[in-house]
């Protein structure tokens, strides 16, 4: 059972860059998730879009630039161990330039391309919850007609 807390849950933002049929993931470093792997993404600013927010955290925390951003999934996630509740937005989108690096080594230790079928381990829990989701056949399906549509 989650520990009993007074405030109101976070909002993350996570963000999918599909490119050549895989995705963007980093591996996390920090108090939160250290050690597991996930998308890029963060937390929205006062006043920001969810659009915004994926914009600003892929290029903030590995210097890509994308397009195409779009709504994908969302889920609730417990970290039971932290006293944490967050609701993640997923957010999908399309890669547009620049070279992957890490940006923010104190929240990232390596990246790298992946797609549904080398999913590197162990997955940040909200990605656990996402595999679970009923979002996720329309996420694979988006990837792979993303991967056709650049062919």
């Known amino acids: 059972m989650a520990q009993a807390s007074s405030a109101a849950p976070t909002v ?14 980093g591996k996390r470093r920090g108090a939160h998730g250290a050690g597991t792997w996930s998308v890029p993404g963060g937390h929205p600013e006062f006043g920001e879009s969810f659009e ?3 914009q600003r955290e892929v290029q903030e925390e590995t210097g890509v ?6 709504f ?9 161990v932290e006293g944490k509740h967050y609701v993640t937005i ?6 547009r330039s620049g070279e992957p690096t890490i940006t923010e080594p104190d929240k990232y230790d390596s990246q790298g391309w992946y797609d549904f079928s080398t999913l590197p381990d162990p997955l940040f829990l909200p ?25």
């Open 12 to 25: 993350g933002v996570g963000v999918f860059v599909f490119w050549n049929g895989t995705f963007l993931m």
């Open 65 to 70: 630039l994308i397009r195409n951003i779009r």
């Open 72 to 80: 994908g999934a969302v889920t609730n996630d417990l970290f039971d």
């Open 90 to 95: 997923w957010m999908l989108s399309d890669y």
């Open 127 to 151: 990605w656990r919850q996402l595999l679970r989701s009923t979002f996720i056949s329309d996420i694979r399906a988006q990837l792979e007609s993303s991967d056709r549509a650049r062919r």
């Open 52 to 54: 915004e927010t994926a």
